[in-house]
């Protein structure tokens, strides 16, 4: 991740945490953040060279803040082709988010979720809710990927196929 987009990042997290917490909220703006898990398979598994690689995700957002007290955790699962190695993956595809209320909102990314298995490093995305609760929310996610004792080796011999990470989810809504 740049340091550009660290920033970036960092300030619409920021953004969102003031706003869900001030007066502002009063005036139509919503925002809610979500944090949770992810764990991922790669199929076929991920090596040194990029290939054409599935990434089938399934997170689980345990812990959401808002000031919508309804919201309190959400889940989605994906699944993507795209280019991947063991230092990148990059990867476009709507996430259809399920809320604990039994609602859903349907992410479009504006550039592609990017998973780093060996690097410790945070990945972001940016995009919109284009569809369901929330519907024209901005979104922003992150995801932290954990490496595991033997991703290297897996890397290096038969293909890693699967890794996980910590993920957050934030959104804000301007009311018209």
């Known amino acids: 991740m740049t340091s550009s987009s660290r920033h970036v990042s960092r300030g619409f997290f920021l953004l969102v945490a003031l706003l869900g917490t001030s007066a502002l909220a009063q005036s139509g703006i919503h925002a809610l953040t979500c944090i949770g898990t992810q764990e991922m398979t790669f199929a076929p598994g991920l090596k040194i060279l990029p290939v054409d690689v599935t990434l089938s995700a399934s997170a689980n957002l345990d812990t959401c803040w808002s000031l919508d007290t309804d919201v309190t955790s959400a889940t989605f699962q994906v699944e993507v082709t795209g280019s991947g190695s063991c230092a990148r993956g990059s990867y476009h595809d709507e996430i259809v988010i399920t809320w604990n209320t039994g609602e859903t909102s ?59 990470g910590l993920v957050s989810l934030s959104l804000i809504q301007l009311q018209p």
């Open 106 to 164: 349907t992410l479009s990314m504006n550039n592609p979720v990017e998973v780093r298995p060996l690097s410790p490093s945070g990945t972001t995305a940016y995009g919109r809710v284009v569809s369901g609760r929330f519907e024209g929310s901005l979104v922003a996610t992150t995801l932290q990927t954990i490496p595991g004792e033997h991703d290297l080796l897996d890397c290096l011999t038969g293909g890693l196929t699967q890794s996980m």
